[in-house]
């Protein structure tokens, strides 16, 4: 794998509560998909973790790498922190990690939430 | 083409590999046969089935007789073994629809790949109908080939090498059992400050290590559920009392006809008197030549024959010594090519490298 994943944007959460369930947003976009086969979203109460993947199914690559992507992580609770890291992993099997741990504070109901 | 160099010149390199699997054509995921019989799948939102290393793929088909008499299926065979397929109804009346069960145990190979099976019919029309489906092999691990690697080392050196295992499958991770290990490889698993996912595993050479080019596999059991087995590949070059240097000859690619030598400089850690005995290797590959350099010192003159466009490969040359047991074995390797040839890039191969190398080599005479 050739691969070079570079993030542009990510957790770019306009997060927040639709209606009563709330969510939280992530989006990414990268660069260079070359051999890449798809992403594994993990995530952790703490910085520190541990993380757990959160995608039962590996986010599959798209053919317009413009497009970017984005997922909705429904198993969220208003006003807590979470930590998020997102891999990439190739066709041949080989995880390499496009993002670093990045935060984001989920808002109460209907307010915008937070990422430091 | 250039797969077939690459895997030609990881021969002549002396690297292990594994080929990569063949690149699914997912809109084969479902497959139609010309004859009577029509397969789908029974979930077809699923178009790849994603599971770890050693686990076994399953795939629930829907078949169906679209033909006008009945049809019997007489067997369903993996394409290639291992593999498993259960059908029912064995006999399919015209318009019946049956289910068909294919399992296939994936193995420690990643990746995308395709899993074939071929359905044996009394159908005059397609007898045997090939249906397959694509899987996405992971491993709960990173690094995925976990490797420690001691590189040219003496056997009573008590050398060590570590390297850190993550995996987030778990939220704890932590050695269960050694299931293969060799006697001479000291192993243990260390926790990671601060990283309760990770693992640091420490192993060590013990005196007992054999000499010569060394690589072991040992496999551990850790409490990943969804993949207990963790494979550690183990490397080392390993001397005794007398020292090679270049403990490996790499001549690397030579044009045809062409002059190339290289040195090896043999020699005693205490610098006792050494002495050759005798001189193992293939007279057609090469020419050896020895000569004192000094105290405990002797110097190898090798002279690669290079009359042959040829991949020169898991080739060695062996040195007896007088008055000592201890046998030097230095393994050589080289491409000889035709003269003009241009080589891009010949660079250290890997899972992630390949080498490239332009037409005038790749068509083969």
Redesign the interface.
């Known amino acids: ?2 691969a070079r994943w570079i993030l542009l944007a990510l957790l770019a959460g306009n997060a927040a509560a639709a209606g009563p369930a709330p969510e939280s947003t992530l989006r990414w976009k990268a660069r260079d998909q070359t051999g890449t ?1 798809g992403y594994l979203i ?1 995530r952790s109460e703490a910085e ?6 959160i995608n039962a ?2 986010v ?1 690559k798209r053919s317009d790498p413009d497009a970017g992507y984005v997922y909705v992580d429904r198993d969220v609770a208003p006003g807590k922190t979470y930590y998020y890291r997102i891999d990439g ?7 390499k990690p496009l993002s670093p741990v990045l935060p984001k504070t989920i808002g109460p109901n209907g307010a915008p939430a937070k990422t430091r | 083409m250039l797969v077939r160099y690459s895997l030609s010149l990881c021969v002549l390199l002396g690297v292990t590999i594994v080929a990569a699997a063949e690149k699914p054509k997912l809109r084969t995921q479902q497959t139609v046969a010309q004859g009577s019989l029509a397969f789908e799948p029974e979930d077809p939102g699923s178009p790849v089935v994603e599971l770890f290393e050693n686990q076994t793929a399953r795939q629930t088909l829907r078949v169906r007789n679209t033909g006008t008499a009945p049809i019997e299926i007489r067997r369903v065979d993996p394409a290639p073994p291992p593999g498993k397929a259960t059908f029912e109804p064995r006999r399919l009346a015209p318009g019946e629809a049956g289910r068909l069960v294919l399992e296939k145990p994936m193995g420690e190979t990643r990746g995308l790949q395709t899993v074939r099976f071929h359905v044996l019919s009394d159908d005059p029309v397609q007898p045997s109908v090939p249906v397959s489906f694509p899987v996405f092999v992971q491993s709960a691990y990173s690094p995925e080939t976990a490797e420690v690697n001691f590189g040219y080392v003496g056997q009573t050196a008590d050398a060590t090498q570590s390297v850190i295992v993550e995996s987030f499958e778990t939220d704890r991770l932590s050695l269960e059992s050694i299931l293969e290990k060799p006697d001479w490889l000291a192993l243990r698993a260390e926790p990671v400050e601060g990283h309760p996912q990770q693992l640091r595993l420490v192993t060590g050479l013990s005196a007992q290590t054999p000499l010569g080019e060394v690589a072991r596999r040992v496999v551990l059991r850790t409490n990943v559920a969804v993949q207990p087995e963790l494979v550690l590949s183990v490397r080392a070059h390993v001397h005794g009392q007398i020292t090679a240097t270049p403990p490996v000859l790499s001549f690397g690619a030579v044009e045809q006809g062409a002059t190339v030598r290289r040195t090896i400089e043999l020699r005693s850690v205490d610098a006792s008197p050494l002495e050759v005995a005798a001189l193992d290797h293939n007279a057609e590959a090469i020419d050896l030549k020895s000569a004192a350099c000094g105290e405990g010192c002797v110097r190898l003159d090798a002279q690669l024959l290079t009359g042959q466009r040829r991949a020169v490969g898991n080739e060695f040359i062996g040195v007896s010594f007088k008055d000592r047991g201890e046998r030097v074995r230095i393994p050589y390797s080289a491409l000889i090519v035709k003269p003009g040839t241009q080589i891009r890039s010949l660079g250290t191969l890997d899972a992630n490298t390949d080498v490239k190398i332009d037409d005038t080599l790749e068509k083969k005479p």
Request: proline share 10%.
């Open positions: 794998m050739t086969y993990y520190a973790g541990p993380f757990r993947r199914r590996i599959p992993v190739s066709e041949a099997g080989i995880k």
